[in-house]
């Protein structure tokens, strides 16, 4: 094995970790929200504004923050959150699961559906102004490269006939 299909292997095998990491993380959260009060959210927040964890109390990262907590405090876009997180996380669980046993069908599968994710994300993250959702669509895009190169190594694979000894 070339050295570059090691490193694609290697890439590949750290995006599907990741996003297994990242949907159970997205499944933890959908729970947190369900369980949390709306109080606690907008709580933790101005705590760690007013403490200047986050640099300037006026600043930008603080002015995020503040308005995701508050975001997160309204019902419609909890239950967003919630319903979001909880679709997503399930997705990529499956897809791992799919993808971790190379069943070759799923790798154009998740291409597409994480490409719907990230086209999603996207357009929220414009018209939310969510730097979070733009980090996660970059992500996201980045792991779709990952699996693409991936399947295209596994298809070859395949077709390849195998060596007479």
């Excluded at 709580?43 to 007013?50: E, H, K, Q």
């Excluded at 994480?114 to 086209?119: D, Q």
């Excluded at 994300?121 to 990952?146: H, K, N, P, W």
């Amino acid at each position: 094995m070339s050295r570059r299909a090691q490193r694609s292997g290697f890439l590949f095998r750290l995006a599907v970790v990741v996003k297994g990491a990242d949907g159970v993380l997205q499944l933890l959260g959908a729970l947190v929200l369900l369980l949390v009060p709306p109080a606690l959210i907008t709580g933790v927040a101005n705590a760690v504004i007013t403490r200047d964890l986050l640099g300037d109390q006026r600043g930008v990262l603080a002015h995020h923050l503040s308005r995701a907590a508050a975001d997160l405090a309204e019902g419609g876009t909890r239950g967003f959150a919630v319903w979001y997180l909880l679709l997503h996380g399930v997705v990529k669980i499956g897809l791992v699961v799919a993808l971790s046993r190379r069943v070759v069908t799923a790798f154009p599968v998740a291409c597409v559906v994480l490409l719907a994710l990230v086209g999603y994300e996207v357009l929220r993250a414009v018209r939310t102004d969510s730097i979070g959702l733009a980090a996660f669509a970059a992500v996201d895009l980045l792991v779709v490269v990952a699996v693409w190169c991936e399947f295209r190594r596994l298809r070859r694979e395949v077709s390849e006939p195998p060596a007479v000894g």
